[in-house]
Structure formats: C-alpha cells, structure tokens
C-alpha cells in the first residue's frame, strides 16, 4: 500500500532526576554530598531510509515516545542516558508541525537526518551544589521534561521526471517499457492508482527517475478523479513530460487542460522544463503537425518501441542543460 500523508506524535524522554545522597563510609563519619546528575532523555530522531517508498509504516504506529533519562545515585553517578528513537522515512518526506502548520524539516537527501525533539536534560545531584558556605546541599535537580509535538508527515516523491497525462494515455506502459518498473497496464482509465517510480538508465552508468501518477481529468486541481491527491508528487521533478494518445481529437487543447490543471495547483508548474509525447504512434498513419514555441514535441509508440530512444536522448539534454 502507498501511503504518503499521515499524521504522527512523537515525545522525547524527560531527563532524569538528579540524586540528593551524602558519603557514607566507614571512618568518615560526615561524607559530603555525593549525589550524581539525572541521565540525558531520549531523542526523537527522524532519518531518510532510501530504500522506503512509502509513510506506509507510520500509519499504523501513530504515536513515539523515547524513554526518559535515569534517576542519579549515589557515589556521584550519573543516571542512564536514555536510547533515542529512530524513525525511518523515505527520501522526500516533509515534517509539518500540526499546530504552527511549520515545515519543520524537508528529508530529501539520501542520508539526511534530525532530531525532530530532544531528549530533556538531566538534573543536577546535590554533589554539584556543594559549595565553601553550603558544604551539605540537600536539594537536587528535576530533570528538563522532554519536548512532545503532533507532527504531519507529508511526502513528495522524489523523481527527476514526471509524465502527466489523461487516464488510458499510456503512461505506466511507458515506464515500464523504459524502466524496471512494473505497473499495472490496462485499457480502461483509473488503472494506476499510486504513483510508480522507474529508474531509467542511459550511458554506461548514468540514470535519472520517472514518476508515473495516476492520470489526471479537466477539474483535478479542485480534487476531480484521482490525479489531485497524487500532483505534489510532480513538485520535485525537473522535467515534466507530457503524454498524449496521439489519435486524440485536440492534442493543442488536451495539453493546454493538463497544463491548466497544474497551474492552478501550484504556479511553480510554470517555469518547468517540458517536452510533449503523443503516445500509440503505432495505431496511425496520420502523424499530426504541431507545433508549440520552445516545446519539443516527439511521438512514440511504446508497444514496438519507436521513438523510445529520441525520448530519453531529449529528456537526458532538458536534465544536463538544467542541471
Ligand atoms: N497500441 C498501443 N497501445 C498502447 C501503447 N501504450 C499503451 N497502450 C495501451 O493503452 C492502454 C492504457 O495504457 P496504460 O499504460 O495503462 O495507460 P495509463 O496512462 O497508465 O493509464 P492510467 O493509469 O489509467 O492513467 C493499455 O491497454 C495499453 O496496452 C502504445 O504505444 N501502442
Ligand atoms: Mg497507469
């Protein structure tokens, strides 16, 4: 299952207690104060696994509380500083503060990590306390409490291209002509529901990742069909590929719709790097003349492979000249 929305409360530990405790040894008979510091609480530490795909996880454990820091002794010894609690989450994931509506971290590297809360300090013992004028304190530290906050997790897929395209366009057939990705292909639209990430190699070594969303109709900004719930998914990527069937009645307006339906979801749609793809080239004799200012527009059939390599050749100069 795919999930990328959910929301999630995470404590970190309170520090421990420090100690009120004196020397107690033979031949001594008035020790002085030997309490020692309350151990450190816990983190809440939020960390990118590159390998997770999806909040799937965290859906079904809602709640995180590391544990709280140890008690001080006697003898001066410090309490157990307590474990920190590692969450892992998938490239892409945004941490939203629930009440402030804060981004409150954007986990888009491949390692990157934060300690979403720390873990309260530990008191001070009484040893710490002893002083020329007041050589036997008899009062100690409470630890800081630890800190809790309700937090949304939000993801936003990672990929370098995304394709757009109406439902039944061919997209997830694309992708899984170009990549190891193996989506679920059928005639009829709606059968992608979740978005597919592809890696599509080139070169000897180089790749670059394709997401597939599930097709998007006229209306989708205002929540239409599927296509909304999955558009920030297109927020990162660096090249939109458009994919039209290319037996369609108005390929011109039919981009302009889908166009539409990303700009009104967010205006950073419009300074993206595009190409245009008409889709199922093989069922037509007819090749359409197009042609839009500064859009390159190819044809493609992904069934018998034509034009699967001029693709990815202009997807890769988009990719290298706005690198
Ligand atoms: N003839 C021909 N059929 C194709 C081609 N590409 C896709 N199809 C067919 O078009 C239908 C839809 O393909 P999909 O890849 O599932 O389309 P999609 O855009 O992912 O559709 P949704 O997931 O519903 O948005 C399937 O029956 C495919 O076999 C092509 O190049 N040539
Ligand atoms: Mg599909």
Redesign the pocket.
Known sequence: MFVDWTKVSIKSGNGGKGCVAFRREKHVPKGGPSGGDGGQGGDVILKVDPNLFTLKDLKYHKSYKAKNGGPGQGARKRGLDAESIIIKVPPGTVIIDEETNQVLADLTEQTSSVIIVAGGKGGHGNATFATSTNRAPRYCELGIPGEEKHLIFELKVISDVGLV??????????I?KISAAK??????????LTPNLGIVKYGSYRSFVMA?I??LIEGAHQGKGLGHRFLRHLERTRVLVF?IDISSDDIIEQYQTLNSELEQHSPMFKIKPRLIVL?????TTEMPELSIPDIDIIS?????GDGLELLIKKIVQILESNA
């Open positions: 395209g109406f439902p039944n366009a061919g997209k997830s057939t694309l899984s989506p679920k292909i059928a005639d009829y639209p709606f059968t992608t597939d599930p097709g994919i889709s199922k080239a093989d069922l493609i059939s992904a069934i018998n």
